[in-house]
């Protein structure tokens, strides 16, 4: 799977506006990481910089966090595997190209 498949646009909570997520749990999946998904959670989102609202927000009913591009891309850069940089560089691919999703 790629990257491109796990991207959703989705109504930000705070802003109103359909914009860009991924699915942690989907994001989890996909760099499979030896970490457990909670282990995952705390380490690269609740205990890193990135901020609550903005570059993440929890969603109930789907029991997830939805991640901003830009929080992915900084969590694809902190887990630093080969896995994660393919991820990383196919993100950029698609930024650079204009989010031309299928």
Not at 8 to 26: C, E, G, H, W
Not at 55 to 60: A, I, R, S, V
């Amino acid at each position: 799977m790629t990257i491109e498949k796990l991207i959703m646009r989705v109504l930000n909570p705070q802003t109103q506006k359909r914009q860009l997520f991924v699915s942690a749990r989907k994001l989890h999946r996909l760099l499979e990481s030896d970490l457990s998904y909670k282990t995952f959670i705390e380490t690269n989102i609740l205990w890193s910089r990135l901020r609550e609202n903005i570059d993440y927000h929890f969603n109930k009913s789907h029991d997830t966090f939805n991640l901003s591009i830009s929080a992915v891309q900084a969590i694809l850069v902190m887990e630093n595997t080969e896995q994660s940089w393919r991820l990383f560089n196919e993100l950029s691919d698609l930024i650079n190209n204009g989010f031309n999703l299928s």
